[in-house]
């Protein structure tokens, strides 16, 4: 079948992008789902840093690739082996495949499947196979799921299958944004009643990794980025206390007014100035969890004694670690519950064919969720 679908051929295009264009709207050719497999019409995608990552060069990725990763819809057709899923079911994508038989997805620890990685990095299904193409061009998929077109095939191991009761466009977030700042929170840090608790960085993940603690039960939640509105957002939201991190006492100002930092600090922009920060602020004893993805390139340095000496803990966090046929339906009950509020995240709606513009927005830094109406 033929599909509209965002294609990105060209890495770290001038912006704004409204003006170079880098991604094109073009008409491709979708196979049908083969064994594993399964044909999802997208109904909303979010715009995510991931994606901007990959436009921007900091991640780099084969090309041409289909881009979009965070997203929900509806089953269209199943291929060979798929018993799970049926035409009518409604979805979530998770840009982790999981493969259910390495080490890790035998161990529980679903977000890092190997072949799961291996794929996303080839920009493959977890099968090794690419069902989209351009008069006989192979295009690449983001992540195993290219959510930004029509339509998409992806593998059964990308998919969660969820109840009906949520509109799609509020699903999509639990895709991404929300697995990933909440689980962070909640499976990576385990973070206890009444700790005090920094999120430096107030994208869409440190947003959710802010709802995630105010679930927890937090007692104080320190709210750190260099965007004035993000920061009165965050208030909204349920954080305590908020610093601009472009003031270059701020580390030593958050040790003050936290009695020496904090249990827990997550850092969620993927730059390495917001992990100084964290750590910085991270209290003897203390854990600092990070689920930023930076250029591969950049390093992180820190005083190697306070390993021992302060006993911290420094931690990655990747999907939030979380399991996501488990973790997502539960996170999607607190949300009917109005215990995590995700969907004052979303503060833009666009059409496919604005996806240039919703990314220049993006990257300005004035939004947390961009979704695509399909």
Known sequence: MQVKTAVLRTQGADSPYKESKPIKIETLELDAPQLGEVLIQIKAASLCHSDLSVINGSRPRPLPMALGHEASGVVVEVGEGVTYLEPGDHIVCVFVPSCGHCVPCKEGRPALCEPGADSNTAGTLISGGIRLHADGEAINHH?????FSEFAVVSRN??????????????ALFGCAVITGVGAVVNTANVKLGSTVAI????????????GAVAAGASRIIAVDINENKLKQAKELGATDVFNSTEETVIQQIKEATDGGVNYAFE???????????????????TTVTTGLPHPEHQFSFPYVTLTAEEKTLKGSYVGSCVPDRDIPRYMNLFKQDRLPVDKLMTDFISLDEINEGFDKLAKGDSSRIIIKM
């Open 200 to 211: 430096v960085g107030l994208g869409g993940i440190g947003l959710s990794a802010l709802l």
């Open 268 to 286: 969620t922009a993927g730059a390495v100035p917001a992990m100084e920060v964290a750590y910085g602020i991270t209290k003897r004893g203390g």
């Open 143 to 147: 992540l195993g799921v290219s959510a």
């Open 158 to 171: 990308s998919l969660v299958k969820v109840k009906k009761d949520i509109p799609f466009e509020k699903l």
